[in-house]
């Protein structure tokens, strides 16, 4: 035994657990409200829900067109906006081109319809009417793909296809 430097006192035990607490409890402030992962609650929910809580469609954002709440915006139109697409002048290679076509065309039976409706305003604002940047085009992608869910196998290459417009 040391007696210049003393052990210190023995740490109490922690409180013990009731089956009764069902909420998880911390061993440094209490219980647990929220966890590091759990979603904020002002969470917006993604694009896709396109209907309000009162019924009325809504828009994306005020940059696109209202969502489609008849379910049938089918893909035609976006196969065409699609190709028209791949056919504008790009910066990007064509085997870069035909990679990203193939990711679409692979991923295209997945795409809902409200996703065509949006991304196909993007495709035609940048692409076909020339009224947007292809820098606008990109963002509005990227930020398509933040709210919705499993689309970035396809979606990725639809962002490469648009930024590269010239």
């Not at 940059?63 to 065409?80: L, R, V, Y």
């Amino acid at each position: 035994m040391n007696y210049l430097f003393p052990s210190p006192p023995a740490r109490p035990p922690p409180p013990a657990r009731t089956a009764s607490s069902s909420s998880a409890q911390s061993h440094q402030t209490g219980i647990i409200k929220e966890h590091w992962n759990d979603l904020p609650n002002d969470f917006t929910p993604s694009a896709s829900r396109s209907v309000s809580r009162t019924g009325t469609p809504l828009s994306r954002n005020g940059n696109g067109p209202p969502a489609a709440t008849d379910g049938t915006g089918d893909s035609p139109d976006f196969d065409s906006l699609i190709s028209l697409l791949l056919s504008a002048p790009t910066s990007l290679s064509a085997n870069e081109t035909k990679l990203l076509a193939s990711k679409v065309q692979k991923k295209i039976a997945t795409i809902t319809p409200e996703q065509k409706s949006s991304v196909g305003y993007i495709i035609q604002a940048v692409a076909i009417d020339r009224s947007e940047s292809p820098a606008w085009g990109r963002q509005q992608v990227v930020d398509f793909m933040m709210r919705e869910k499993g689309i970035c196998a396809w979606a990725i290459a639809v962002r490469k296809l648009v930024e590269s417009v010239l």
